[in-house]
């Protein structure tokens, strides 16, 4: 009904946890790229088959689930007394308490209502106890590429990343340019959410935009340097290790070593 009375046609798309692939999928992508509506989708899907309802799919394979669990959205509640965080906290802990290997789990941006690392932390950690007590199907939008990057690299055969597709135009001089959202879910990560451009799109003042930009690229900066400096201590507390280890302990902690050097770029000088 929807689609008939729409101008712009609906962007299909697929997606398959279980049966061979990844239970949990970690979404990113721009701001206003697509991401809620893909996964409010798959709930309406999966709802809609439980009950016996025509799907619109081309096929669906699916077993039964005993739950569908969302956290979406930001709000208090003034009445009693709890914060923005703090609804969000609850309604995961609700969450963590009841769903089970057959439950589907619906995360939108968790950690936000609280500072970056904070956040990032709670997203991580959540994101594990999911992945590695719950075993639920899991869709978890976030966006932390690092922690998403990290889930998947410790979790591959249980946690696959996929973001929302898109398409930007080169840099104008002014510094701006041009986003376009796909709304097609493709593999792998995407380190940007184009905070700005929507701003930009949303008419705020462009000397705003400017110092925005620059407090973005600034921070940044800091954040990468602040993170490549960690691993460069990992790194040598591994190889204080490697020569005090032997056998399969030495292989483990040569092996960490190797995983981490990968991930370190060393152009710069220390």
Known sequence: MIESVLHTPFVPN??????????????????????????????????????????????????????????????????????????????????????????LVILDELGRGTSTFDGMAIAGAVLQH???HTRSKTLFITHYPLTASEIERRYPKDVENIHMGYYVSDTR??????????????????TESFGIECARLAQLPAPLLEAATTYAQDFQHKTEERIRQNKIMMALKLLKRCKEEEGLQLEMALAELKDLVGTLSLSKST
Do not use: C, W
Request: hydrophobic share 40%; no cysteine.
């Open 130 to 132: 999911l992945v590695e």
């Open 173 to 190: 001089i002014d510094g701006t340019r041009d986003i376009t959202f796909l709304y097609k879910v493709e593999p792998g990560i995407t």
């Open 14 to 103: 697929s997606v398959t946890m279980g049966y061979g692939r990844p239970r949990s999928k970690v979404i990113t992508g721009p701001n206003m790229g697509g991401k809620s509506s893909f996964v409010r989708m798959v709930a309406l899907v999966v709802l809609m088959a439980q009950i016996g309802s025509h799907v619109p799919a081309k096929s669906v394979r699916m077993g039964l689930h005993d739950s569908i669990l969302t956290r979406m959205g930001a709000s208090d509640d003034l009445a009693k007394g709890r914060s923005t965080f703090m609804v969000e906290m609850s309604e995961t802990s609700d969450i963590l308490h009841t769903a089970s290997s057959r439950s």
